[in-house]
């Protein structure tokens, strides 16, 4: 594969794209980020992990009738990475998915191991590439878990609303709930606003309340203590929500717009900090029985816009 990696000893950076709110920008956000990061040479793979497809679609991926998909892999057990991989750009590899992605969750609800299905699949495979990303669905079911177990590290793209706050509260729940039961070494890294609105006080206002909560969280043990707001923000910009029409990344659809500019710049931040990082993380993992555990005391004092505690009928 052409272009400069991260470096033969760096660890690849596993990240699901997760946000159980729809429509807050995860899908734009896994093309376009990964399609700068193949830009900028490295070796990128995404794969669809959400029934809607939209990744697949989004990249122009026409999966031809005797095709595979990320549901096979899932489903079929003699079903091999390599017989689903589509090489979508230079640099650029993808696990499409289809509609019928939409059955797994049905059709593997008595598979003893079903959180981590995809985690064996694709573990050794996941080596040769600098960055991986994860499209997740809109939800917290078991395509997510799979996601989860995964992957190191969790981005949330998410729009600075106050809602969205209290979104991203019961996100670090659930995370850390994961963190107990499928994936210990799992870490919310990173935020990634999204349809950003630069002018309004409430854009602002949300982005302050994140920052301070993520600060206070540094020093405590809890698995989004690494997590910070990525600058920039992604600017609100048509060109983004019309290139999935074309089946084109923003950059084969419009290079220099604000959009592609904004995902150009959180690359290469991206790429400066992964140069930054020690040798691979020793992955921990748990017994497949491990059954998910309660829910835990947070300790860190979120802002009061941003909550972490359970929900008190849970
Ligand atoms: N920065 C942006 N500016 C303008 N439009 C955007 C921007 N980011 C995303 N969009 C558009 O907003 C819509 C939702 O984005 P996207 O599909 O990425 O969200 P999602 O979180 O993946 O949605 P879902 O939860 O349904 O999977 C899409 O039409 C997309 O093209
Ligand atoms: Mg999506």
């Known amino acids: 594969m052409a272009g400069t990696t991260c470096g033969a000893d760096r660890p690849v950076r596993t990240i699901a794209v997760l946000n159980q709110k729809g429509g807050v920008g995860k899908t734009t956000t896994a093309v376009n980020l990964g399609a700068a990061l193949a830009e900028a040479g490295r070796r990128v793979c995404l794969i669809d992990l959400d029934p809607q497809a939209h990744l697949t679609l989004h990249l122009g991926i026409d999966i031809s009738p005797d095709g595979h998909s990320v549901y096979d892999l899932l489903i079929d057990p003699a079903c091999e990475v390599t017989h689903c991989l589509v090489r979508a750009r230079e640099s650029l590899d993808v696990i499409p998915a289809e509609v019928d992605l939409a059955g797994a969750e049905a059709e593997l609800a008595d598979h003893p191991d079903r959180q981590r299905l995809l ?80 002018q309004t006080t409430l854009a ?83 017994p497949a029985s491990t059954a998910p555990q309660e829910r835990v005391p947070v300790a860190a004092e979120p802002p009061p816009r941003i909550s972490t505690a359970p929900d008190p009928v849970q």
């Open 119 to 198: 985690r064996h699949k694709l573990a050794a495979f996941t080596d040769s590439y600098d960055f991986v990303f994860v499209d997740c669905p809109p939800s917290l079911g078991l395509l997510t878990l799979n996601a989860l177990s995964l992957a190191g590290e969790v981005f949330v793209p998410m729009q600075a609303h106050f809602l969205a706050l209290q979104g991203v509260g019961k996100l670090l729940q659930t995370v850390q709930l994961v963190r107990r039961s499928v994936n210990p070494a799992l870490q919310v890294t990173a935020i990634v606003v999204c349809m950003h609105e630069a």
């Open 204 to 286: 602002r206002e949300v982005i302050a309340d994140l920052d301070a909560f993520f600060d206070a969280a540094r020093s405590q043990e809890v698995p989004w203590r690494n997590c910070r707001v990525l600058r920039p923000p992604v600017r609100r910009n048509v060109k983004l929500a019309e290139a999935p029409s074309f089946g084109k990344t923003i950059f084969d659809y419009a290079p220099w717009c604000a959009g592609a500019n904004d995902y150009r710049k959180l690359a290469e931040r991206l790429v400066a900090e992964t140069q930054q990082l020690p040798a691979a993380p020793e992955i921990v993992t748990l």
